[in-house]
């Protein structure tokens, strides 16, 4: 009995033991991905070139060339009113915005970084309040475009958003999120949710542009970027 009772008691400890290693990875990872946005070259959060293999309609591939960045700072005019709203639970540390266009230069897309100050409980939370009543499908909480002068981005403001995706991440204290549009500047009555817009049979014409496309995939890329370095054991705090 002694000896059975030790066994189980040595395998609960290792098994404690194992647990709390990989919750301190997870927390690593975590706080080093809170000051990526200071100690990681702009060309690494946002790449000069993204190339999205099958990201286009019908899984054709993609590749987006950056043509500005906007100069770091708060999130005050970066999105819509009710939008900030409800972002404003989590704070926000920095904002990191870069807009891209497609290979025809026919659509540009920003995606942008929002850096906040919540711990997971927090960004748990606010990820649970987006799936629950469906904030981003919501046609009246936007971000917004980065419209750099000079750019094939020069005319690309409110009126010309045509698609978007807002992601919460629940591993690191960040908001993904990517808005499309033409970059003809021409206006759009009603945008379109990227998930919506990218969906097989979608016929509207965000839809049939690729404009969901353009957003939703720009967005995953640079989001995989930012945990992949997040995890680097040299992004972690020494």
């Not at 540390?93 to 409980?121: E, H, I, K, M, N």
């Not at 970059?183 to 949710?193: E, F, S």
């Not at 509207?204 to 995953?220: F, V, Y």
Request: contains cysteine; hydrophobic residues 45%; neutral net charge.
């Amino acid at each position: 009995m002694v000896l059975g009772l030790g066994l189980v008691v040595g395998a609960a400890t290792g098994s404690w033991l194992a647990g709390d290693a990989a919750g301190a990875g997870e927390r690593s990872a975590y706080t080093a991905a809170a000051g990526l946005w200071h100690s990681v070259p702009v060309d690494q959060l946002f790449p000069p070139t993204v190339t999205g293999r099958g990201a286009g309609p019908g899984g054709a591939d993609r590749t987006w060339t950056r043509i500005a960045v906007a100069p770091d700072g708060g999130c005050a005019d970066a999105f819509d009113p009710l939008l900030r709203q409800v972002l404003a639970p989590v704070g926000c540390s920095r904002l990191l915005r870069a807009t891209y266009t497609d290979a025809t230069q026919s659509y540009v897309t920003t995606v942008g970084l929002l850096f906040t100050t919540a711990d997971p409980a927090a960004m748990r939370a606010l990820d649970t309040r987006f799936d629950k009543e469906g904030l981003a499908r919501r046609t009246d909480l936007l971000p917004r475009p980065y419209a750099a002068p000079g750019t094939a981005a020069a005319g690309f403001g409110d009126r010309q958003r045509a698609s978007w995706t807002v992601s919460v991440l629940t591993d690191a204290p960040v908001v993904v999120y990517a808005v499309s549009g033409w970059a003809d500047g021409r206006t759009v009555a009603v945008p379109q949710p990227a998930a919506e817009a990218a969906a097989t049979g979608a016929t509207t014409a965000p839809a049939q542009a690729g404009l969901g496309n353009e957003a939703k995939g720009l967005a995953d890329r640079v989001e995989r970027g930012l945990r992949t370095t997040a995890a680097s054991p040299s992004a972690r705090p020494s």
